[in-house]
């Protein structure tokens, strides 16, 4: 069974770009979680999404970023316009539902904005 | 305010021998506590967790060990093998978080051969 699949892997953009990133969850999973990961602040949630209802957003950083669930095997994440200091990995995740606390987490978006 | 923290950056062990990764928790009212282990590159994979209501979870040679009154948590992987290299994140997580895994900064461990 594949696991959350993310594209792209890797993205360079340069500044005021926009840049989106996608992220299909493990099928039957109804709870989706955006991460981003710096080395100044680790890893940190930014939105998730239950049954593709957006339920928390209180971690994105600020208006320029926006995440969308249009149907249960697929979400965007977007950053409109791409600032240096968004350069971070970002990271996708299911799980079965909220109250099963395991998630699992796709291989990430590596995101370089010069 | 970090509610979950790994004090130790990294680790270092002989293979064969027991590592014992710690991590500290604040909010009394996380409920469930996670390990999860990440290799270069890749995304962080689960590896074992534990409800508050236990105070020790084993799975093969992982075992975590939960004391809820210190409010600290640790992975014991007993033997340890150059493969475990990798950086480990405990989570903790209830309904008082809304189901929000809280991660601690991580905790590199290298198994020397």
């Known amino acids: 069974d594949a696991g959350v699949i993310q594209s792209p892997r890797h993205e360079v953009t340069e500044m005021g770009q926009e840049v989106t990133l996608r992220c299909k969850p493990i099928s039957g999973h109804n709870s989706l979680f955006w991460y981003r990961q710096t080395m100044m602040r680790g890893l940190e949630l930014l939105i998730y999404?239950?049954?593709?209802?957006?339920?928390?957003d209180s971690g994105m950083p600020e208006d320029r970023f926006s995440a969308k669930m249009p149907n249960a095997s697929f979400s965007t994440l977007k950053i409109q316009p791409s600032e240096p200091r968004d350069s971070a990995v970002y990271f996708c995740?299911?799980?079965?539902?909220?109250?099963?606390?395991?998630?699992?987490f796709g291989p990430g978006t590596r995101l370089t904005v010069t | 305010d970090q509610q979950v923290k790994q004090n130790s950056p990294s680790l270092s062990v002989q293979e064969g021998r027991i590592s014992i990764l710690n991590c500290d928790y604040t909010n009394s009212m996380f409920d469930y506590f996670l390990w999860y282990k990440k290799y270069p590159a890749e995304g962080p994979t689960f590896l074992i967790s534990i409800s508050s209501i236990k105070d020790k979870n084993e799975d093969g040679r992982f075992t975590v060990f939960l004391n809820k009154s210190a409010k600290h948590l640790s992975l014991h992987i007993v033997p340890s093998q150059p493969g475990d290299s990798a950086v480990y994140f405990c989570?903790?997580?209830?309904?008082?978080?809304?189901?929000?895994?809280?991660f601690g900064s991580g905790t590199r461990l290298l198994v020397r051969p």
């Open positions: 989570a903790a997580s209830g309904t008082d978080s809304s189901y929000k895994l809280i």
């Open positions: 995740a299911s799980s079965t539902s909220l109250a099963t606390y395991e998630q699992y």
């Open positions: 999404f239950n049954n593709n209802v957006p339920i928390d």
